[in-house]
C-alpha cells in the first residue's frame, strides 16, 4: 500500500463549479497534514495545512479524519487560475523530526 | 535574499561527469531534504538532515552523495549517473518545532538534470 494515495485525476471541471479531492495514508503515527499545488514545471508550493476540527480559506477548505486516516480538500467556485496539480502531504515521525511524504497528485484543469 | 535557492536551475551532464547541485535556504530552518520528481512520478525523497545530521537515506543509490556542511547549505554530488536519472531535484527546508510539530516544506525552484 502506497504511504499516501490520492485519485490521480485528471477532474476537469467549469469555471465556477465546485471540485473535492480525497487522499489517505497508511501510517496512524503521521502527525501533521497539508495541502499543496504544483503548476507545471514549477516548484510545489503550500496551499494550506490540515486540521482535524477542518480549517478554511477563501474558497478552499480542508478536512482531516484521523480515524479513517483520511485527507480532503474542496475548492467552490472554481477560477481558471485554479488549474494545478494538487499534492496531499503527510508528515511521518523520524529520528531527529520528520520526513514529508507527498501523494502522487491529483490534476485539475478548470475550463472558460 | 530570502527563500530556498538553487543552483545550477538546469544541468546537462555525460555519465563519466562529476558535478554538484546546490541549495541554500535563508529562512532560518534546521532541517533540509532532497527530492528527485521524475516525470509522471510522484515526489521522491531521498535524503532528509535534521540539524546538520543525515536521518534519512531513502535507498539512494551511492552515485548521490548529499552533504551538510551548515544549517543553510545543502549540496548534491553527482557521479557516473545513469540516463534514468534525469529528472527535476529539488530542495526545501523546515523547522521542526519539537512536540510533534514542524512548519511546512518550502522548496526551491529545483535542478532540471538530463543525464546523456
Known amino acids: 500500500r502506497k504511504e499516501v494515495e490520492q485519485d490521480p485525476g485528471p477532474f476537469n471541471v467549469p469555471e465556477g463549479a465546485t471540485v473535492a479531492f480525497n487522499c489517505t495514508y497508511s501510517n496512524s503515527a503521521s502527525q501533521s497534514f497539508f495541502w499543496y499545488r504544483q503548476d507545471c514545471r514549477k516548484e510545489p508550493k503550500l496551499l494550506m495545512s490540515v486540521y482535524s476540527s477542518g480549517n478554511e480559506d477563501g474558497r478552499f477548505t480542508a478536512q482531516l479524519n484521523r480515524a479513517s486516516q483520511y485527507i480532503s480538500l474542496l475548492i467552490r467556485d472554481s477560477k481558471l487560475s485554479d488549474s494545478a496539480t494538487y499534492l496531499c502531504v503527510v508528515n511521518d515521525p523520524l529520528k531527529g523530526g520528520f520526513k514529508t511524504i507527498f501523494g502522487a497528485g491529483t490534476r485539475l484543469f478548470v475550463k472558460a | 535574499e530570502t527563500g530556498v535557492t538553487q543552483t545550477p536551475r538546469h544541468l546537462v551532464m555525460g555519465m563519466t561527469n562529476k558535478k554538484s547541485l546546490k541549495c541554500e535556504q535563508h529562512?532560518?530552518?534546521?532541517?533540509m531534504y532532497w527530492y528527485k520528481q521524475s516525470a509522471k512520478k510522484p515526489l521522491e525523497l531521498m535524503f532528509v538532515?535534521?540539524?546538520?545530521?543525515?536521518?534519512e537515506n531513502n535507498s539512494v543509490p551511492s552515485r548521490f552523495s548529499p552533504e551538510c556542511p551548515n544549517s543553510s547549505h545543502l549540496f548534491l554530488h553527482l557521479h557516473t549517473l545513469q540516463p534514468e536519472d534525469s529528472a527535476l531535484y529539488l530542495c526545501?527546508?523546515?523547522?521542526?518545532?519539537?512536540?510533534?510539530?514542524?512548519?511546512?516544506?518550502?522548496f526551491g525552484n529545483g535542478t532540471r538534470l538530463t543525464v546523456t
Open positions: 529562512l532560518g530552518h534546521n532541517a
Open positions: 526545501a527546508s523546515s523547522r521542526f518545532l519539537g512536540q510533534g510539530s514542524s512548519i511546512p516544506l518550502h
Open positions: 538532515y535534521s540539524l546538520e545530521e543525515r536521518v
